[in-house]
């Protein structure tokens, strides 16, 4: 029955898209994908809520061991390892960064079971204490519906990449019920160069998934505050200053970050990386128990001045006493939150860097407003300090200042901090992007041997693939054949260009048509002359290795328009610089 009503409408669809055009199925598309991106926000709120309102607190928490919440995450993080290693072959792509790699390196093309897998990992990860977000999760939810969708229904690059963007706004959207926020991230995070037209697929996707949000989900289910004092303009140099500081916080967030994930990287049996991660988190989470989980529920105790409540349950500071010691505290767990969530996502466990860095802000902002009050300045409102400096880390970690802005915004249910919000973020982001140019997840994309960037002519070189456009149909000549032997090679080739190589195919040198004409046509040479003393050396190789904008520079250098490339000395194939023009204007034309 479920099969029958599955091909209803599968063709359904499919007579929309003979009936209508191009634009048209785009924008119903777009609501298709942004509902489903925003149903699976839904469920994975739920199904994190479960496991904690069922399992965790309706079961294991009622063990007579003050502290058995200490061991949740070697639970959930184990069961993500073996879902992973045994269901998903280990290829889970956690973060933006896969998903800009499939936009640059695989055609907008994402793994068909990202539409599930990571809500089934990311919820066992988080359910069970993991100290990450599940945004991150949803966006890649999200883009993969999109993906897979344009896959299904055979849509072109532009619009294939168009929806994978649309599933992540939609994501976003359903999970903060923040229609704005979903477009702007997609622009500042997922999309590199946007004409305004793409904006309306957007902006259907992001308002359906958040209109899905708002009809299942409780309040309590999302992040929401109620502001209790308005701006006060006198407090503008505080802002300022937190500004600045949450650019440092966020510089040290993401250096923190890596360094953690590096030490992780190291490590090759996931077992230990298992038992070293939920060991260290099971430490961390002793000390400072607000740690434990996404963190959503201790931000709201900072928001509601219940500051008792983040250190209730640990085994060193249940009950303090002296402001001070508190301010110490809290900036203690602001600077811990990059180490567990780097630890959480290190060890096996799926999650991201939204929420903590979202705790992170709320932490900063709470802990500066607090040290001005205990300096004297009374008139410091604690609450929108916390507020506002949500947005400034999450601008700094992302370098997406529009989506902290509006993010923030939106679930304070008004603009009456846009001010603030505005300064915060603005400050924080020049200051993380004049230290660290790239973002976090733009830095791991490099790593993985792709770039992205705001002008056009550099985000589309960067989409050629070298592979794709190697020609191989040069015949390679032995360095000791004669010029008779040469000859005859000659005679069955089209080209003009022959390497020379030795034993193994290790290229050594180059015999071009024009430069031999002479001897060809003088056979008294023919057995007296190799072809090692008619080669000429490469004036530059390329490295199989290498990016194209390395190519090109040497392109541009030696003035040729064929150059030989090499895998560790052996000869590949030819680059020719018309190709790669041709590739260029071809990926122009698909992105028009």
């Given at each position: ?271 230990t990386k298992w038992v070293i991660g ?111 400096a949500m947005a400034g880390i999450l ?198």
């Amino acid at each position: 029955m479920n099969l029958k009503k599955h091909n209803v409408i599968e063709k359904l669809i499919n007579w929309i898209h003979e009936k209508t055009s191009e634009k048209q199925f785009l924008i119903f598309a777009s609501i298709l994908v942004g509902l489903s991106a925003g149903l699976a926000a839904v469920i994975l709120k739920l199904f994190v809520s479960a496991i904690k309102h069922y399992l965790v607190e309706g079961y294991l928490l009622r063990i007579d061991f003050k502290y058995i919440y200490l061991l949740l995450p070697l639970i959930g993080i184990g069961f993500t390892v073996v879902i992973v290693s045994y269901f998903f072959r280990n290829q889970i792509y956690k973060g933006a960064s896969y998903i800009l790699y499939a936009i640059a390196k695989r055609s907008g093309f994402l793994p068909f079971h990202q539409m599930y897998s990571h809500i089934i990992t990311s919820g066992l990860t988080i359910g069970f204490g993991g100290s990450a977000g599940l945004e991150s999760p949803i966006v890649s939810t999200g883009s993969a519906i999109g993906s897979n969708f344009a896959r299904t229904y055979k849509l072109n690059y532009k619009d294939r990449t168009m929806l994978l963007a649309a599933g992540a706004a939609g994501g976003i959207a359903g999970a903060f019920n923040a229609p704005i926020a979903g477009v702007l991230f997609a622009l500042e995070v997922i999309l590199v160069d946007i004409s305004i037209s793409a904006f309306i697929p957007l902006l259907i996707a992001s308002a359906s998934g958040a209109l899905l949000s708002k009809i299942i989900l409780h309040e309590s289910s999302l992040l929401f505050f109620k502001l209790k004092q308005p701006f006060d303009y006198h407090n503008v140099l505080f802002y300022i200053l937190l500004g600045l500081l949450s650019g440092i916080i966020s510089l040290y967030y993401v250096n923190f970050f890596e360094r953690v994930d590096q030490f992780f990287l190291k490590i090759n049996s996931k077992i230990t990386k298992w038992v070293i991660g939920s060991l260290s988190l099971a430490l961390l989470f002793a000390l400072f128990p607000s740690l434990f989980g996404e963190g959503y529920e201790s931000i709201k105790s900072l928001s509601e001045m219940n500051v008792e409540q983040l250190y209730h349950d640990s085994i060193i500071f249940e009950s303090i006493n002296n402001q001070w010691i508190v301010l110490i505290f809290i900036l203690a767990v602001m600077l811990l939150k990059s180490v567990a969530a780097a630890i959480t996502l290190g060890s096996g466990g799926n999650g991201g860097n939204f929420a903590p860095s979202l705790f992170v802000g709320a932490y900063l902002g709470f802990a500066f407003a607090f040290f001005l009050r205990l300096l004297g300045f009374d008139n410091v409102p604690l609450v929108n300090f916390t507020i506002v400096a949500m947005a400034g880390i999450l601008s700094g970690v992302f370098h997406a200042p529009l989506t902290g802005i509006f993010l923030i915004a939106e679930i304070t249910g008004g603009y009456e901090l846009i001010i603030p919000l505005m300064i915060v973020s603005s400050f924080s982001y020049v200051i993380a992007k004049y230290f660290q140019p790239d973002s976090l997840e733009i830095r791991r994309l490099k790593k993985m041997g792709a770039i992205v960037s705001e002008d056009k002519d550099t985000s589309i070189l960067s989409k050629i693939s070298i592979q794709e456009v190697i020609e191989t149909d040069f015949s390679p000549i032995h360095f000791k054949l004669t010029l008779r032997q040469v000859v005859e090679i000659i005679k069955h080739s089209r080209r003009n260009t022959f390497p020379v190589v030795k034993k193994n195919n290790k290229l050594i040198g180059i015999i071009y048509l024009d430069n031999i004409r002479e001897e060809m046509f003088n056979p008294e040479l023919y057995d007296k002359i190799i072809a090692h003393e008619m080669m000429q050396k490469p004036s530059m190789v390329i490295e199989l290795s290498e990016d194209i904008f390395s190519i090109m520079k040497k392109f541009e250098e030696s003035g040729q328009w064929n150059l030989p490339v090499v895998e560790n000395g052996l000869y590949v194939g030819f680059l020719s610089k018309s190709s790669i023009l041709d590739k260029y204007r071809n990926q122009l034309v698909a992105m028009a």
